[in-house]
T-cell receptor, first 116, second 113 residues
């Protein structure tokens, strides 16, 4: 079964609205989760590292006021795309480290956002 | 930070032939190197991984080699089949701490029947 659950899998919204994407770790607690973005025919690019109980760490070029990350519990991290624009249309995917020293990451199913 | 380069970006092979995809990494602290297969619109699927204490790992038709000195690792697929057609990504990270995976740009593999 799934280890990481992400939803919604698809969302279409109007320009200017906000969209929230949830990422849940189902089988274990996760103090850290990673959010990636993937544009068509491109690789997965790290957007931010979500830290439970503290502020997220954003990669260079990612606007923290536009992509709000909340990691309020050990099993849930949310990404909110605020005031979405068509250029924000992308595949957003979260991942959770399997453990402190294994290396492996579990990925959510991904969320395809289309902003009209 | 880590930087992963991947080549080639596209690869076409005849069914039954072998396919090789190569990656290099920059951070000598990286010790975990997974390979993912991604089909359109879906999440990446781990197909094989290797850690820095191992030079080679094989799983049926798939093998990965790692050269720590040269900081490069490769994916080898033998006896390719049409269902192997997908985008493959290499990645690297350190397994300790909370460091993210850094991905290569991907290789689109087409297996021609």
């Amino acid at each position: 079964g799934a280890v990481v659950s992400q939803h919604p899998s698809r969302v279409i919204c109007k320009s200017g609205t906000s969209v929230k994407i949830e990422c849940r770790s189902l089988d274990f607690q996760a103090t850290t989760m990673f959010w990636y973005r993937q544009f068509p025919k491109q690789s997965l690019m790290l957007m931010a590292t979500s830290n439970e109980g503290s502020k997220a760490t954003y990669e260079q070029g990612v606007e923290k006021d536009k992509f709000l990350i909340n990691h309020a519990s050990l099993t849930l991290s949310t990404l909110t795309v605020t005031s979405a624009h068509p250029e924000d249309s992308s595949f957003y995917i979260c991942s959770v480290p399997r453990g402190p020293s294994t290396g492996e990451l579990f990925f959510g199913e991904g969320s395809r956002l289309t902003v009209l | 930070g880590e930087n992963v380069e991947q080549h080639p970006s596209t690869l076409s092979v005849q069914e039954g032939d072998s396919a090789v995809i190569k990656c290099t990494y920059s951070d000598s602290a990286s010790n975990y190197f997974p390979w993912y297969k991604q089909e359109l619109g879906k999440r990446p699927q781990l197909i094989i991984d290797i850690r820095s204490n191992v030079g080679e790992k094989k799983d049926q038709r798939i093998a990965v080699t790692l050269n720590k000195t040269a900081k490069h690792f490769s994916l080898h697929i033998t006896e390719t089949q049409p269902e192997d057609s997908a985008v493959y990504f290499c990645a690297a990270r350190t397994s300790s701490g909370n460091t993210p995976l850094v991905f290569g740009k991907g290789t689109r593999l087409s297996v021609i029947a």
